[in-house]
C-alpha cells in the first residue's frame, strides 16, 4: 500500500481519462438504485483491492460525452437515487468526475445524491489540490480511507475494512470536523 505526501499524486499528471466500468440500476454502491462510474487508476495498491484490474490508469476505455449523456439521462429515472463515483481512485480522475458531477448538479440540483469512495483520509484530503477539493465540495457522501485486508469486516455496510468511515461531506465541510453520515 502506498500513503502519498499532500499534493503528491497529482489528477492531471496520472489520469488518462479512463473508466473501467458504468454500471446504470444498481444497489451495491450506495443507497438506493445508483448509477455507479468505475474510474481507472489507483496507486494506493491496496492489499486485497476487490477492483486490481483498475489499478491501472491505461485499463477500461476512454471516458465519452456519448456515455456522460447516457449516465444524465439515467440518472433522470425517477427510481434512480443518484451517482457513485468508484474505481480506482475518483479523486485521480477529478477531469473526469467533475465532467459528470457538474452537468448533474447544473441539471438535478440536490435532487440526486452523488457517493464517493476514495483511498484518501478526510484529513488528507484536507491537505490536497484544488480539484480535488472542487470535486468533494460536490459530493455528498464519502468513504474515506484505504482498504486494510487486516481490518476486513464482511458486516460492514458500504466500506470494506473498519477503519474507512461513510462521511456526510457537507455537514463536515461546514463544521470543519468529520460527521458520519446516519445510514
Known amino acids: 500500500m502506498n500513503n502519498p505526501k499532500p499534493c503528491e499524486w497529482k489528477s492531471n499528471e496520472l489520469s488518462r481519462g479512463y473508466i473501467a466500468d458504468y454500471k446504470a440500476f444498481n ?8 448509477c455507479s462510474l ?5 496507486p494506493f495498491h491496496c492489499e486485497g483491492c476487490y477492483n486490481k ?3 491501472s490508469f491505461k485499463y477500461g476505455k476512454p ?5 456522460e449523456d447516457d449516465i444524465l439521462k439515467d440518472i433522470g429515472h425517477e427510481s434512480v437515487q443518484g451517482l457513485t463515483l468508484l474505481g480506482g481512485e475518483p479523486f485521480l480522475n477529478t477531469a473526469t468526475c467533475l465532467s459528470v458531477v457538474k452537468r448533474i448538479r447544473a441539471t438535478y440540483g440536490d435532487t440526486k445524491d452523488i ?13 490536497e489540490t484544488t480539484d480535488k477539493l472542487e ?9 474515506d480511507g484505504r482498504f486494510e485486508q487486516k481490518l476486513f469486516d464482511s458486516n460492514l ?6 477503519n474507512q468511515r461513510i462521511i456526510d461531506v457537507q455537514k463536515s465541510l461546514a463544521t470543519k470536523e468529520v460527521v458520519l453520515y446516519q445510514l
Do not use: H, N
Not at 468505475?38 to 489507483?42: A, E, K
Not at 457517493?115 to 491537505?127: A, H, P
Not at 455496510?157 to 473498519?162: L, M
Open 115 to 127: 457517493w464517493s469512495w476514495t483511498g484518501y483520509t478526510w484529513d488528507e484530503m484536507m491537505q
Open 157 to 162: 455496510a458500504f466500506r470494506g475494512s473498519s
Open 53 to 55: 484490474a483498475a489499478q
Open 135 to 143: 470535486l468533494l465540495s460536490l459530493i455528498d457522501v464519502l468513504v
Open 63 to 67: 471516458y465519452t460525452k456519448e456515455l
Open 38 to 42: 468505475y474510474v481507472s487508476g489507483c
Open 27 to 34: 444497489f451495491v454502491d450506495g443507497e438506493g438504485v445508483r
